[in-house]
T-cell receptor, first 114, second 112 residues
Framework: NAGVTQTPKFQVLKTGQSMTLQCAQDMNHEYMSWYRQDPGMGLRLIHYSVGAGITDQGEVPNGYNVSRSTTEDFPLRLLSAAPSQTSVYFC?????????????FGEGSRLTVL | RKEVEQDPGPFNVPEGATVAFNCTYSNSASQSFFWYRQDCRKEPKLLMSVYSSGNEDGRFTAQLNRASQYISLLIRDSKLSDSATYLCVAPRFDTGRRALTFGSGTRLQVQP
């Protein structure tokens, strides 16, 4: 059972480049989200989605775009990478739209922006 | 004030010790809380949920104190394998946003 799959696991970008982090889940979860994790700051919510066609901003959305065309996929796009976006990115999903239950995380994508 | 605050540690304890972490939260409307465990360079995984006064699962006990707005995690008979970062988690309520807020984590190192 794959669960939540993120690709790539590692990526190095130059300032100004764009890229997409992929996230797919096979649990038919309606709720999906993207977090970034930085030392000493915990996980911070970037964007989330409560179903196909519906997305909303989290607490640190600037510089990132998302879309949700299918239940399974929730890609995160970096429009013009900056060194401040160097971080570990986690995608997470849950079957509970109210988010009162367990979040299932992908293994993370480590991004370095030079 | 942060929505969820934790002592970052590290807590260094010998095997077999009992250790407790506290976590304070700012939103008094929160009804459910969680403790997640995160191993080094891995993704967070749910350890326990806390819905009312508390929850116990083997060596782990989570308690909720609504009056003082804190959650605690007690680990008895610590094992080397308990070494990890423990994240306190609460739901967000601002502007109808549906999400979980994570604390920065408390690092536990169990030593032989």
């Amino acid at each position: 059972n794959a669960g939540v799959t993120q690709t790539p696991k590692f990526q190095v970008l130059k300032t100004g480049q764009s890229m997409t982090l992929q996230c797919a889940q096979d649990m038919n979860h309606e709720y999906m989200s993207w977090y970034r994790q930085d030392p000493g700051m915990g996980l911070r919510l970037i964007h989330y989605s409560v179903g196909a066609g519906i997305t909303d901003q989290g607490e640190v959305p600037n510089g990132y775009n998302v879309s949700r065309s299918t239940t399974e996929d929730f890609p995160l796009r970096l429009l013009s990478a900056a060194p401040s976006q160097t971080s570990v990115y986690f995608c997470a999903s849950t079957g509970d739209r109210g988010v009162t239950g367990e979040l299932f995380f992908g293994e993370g994508s480590r991004l370095t922006v030079l | 004030r942060k929505e969820v605050e934790q002592d970052p540690g590290p807590f260094n304890v010998p095997e077999g010790a009992t250790v407790a972490f506290n976590c304070t939260y700012s939103n008094s409307a929160s009804q459910s809380f969680f403790w997640y465990r995160q191993d080094c360079r891995k993704e967070p995984k749910l350890l326990m949920s806390v819905y009312s006064s508390g929850n116990e699962d083997g060596r782990f006990t989570a308690q909720l104190n609504r009056a003082s707005q804190y959650i605690s995690l007690l680990i008895r008979d610590s094992k080397l394998s308990d070494s990890a970062t423990y994240l306190c988690v609460a739901p967000r309520f601002d502007t109808g946003r549906r999400a979980l807020t994570f604390g920065s984590g408390t690092r536990l190192q169990v030593q032989p």
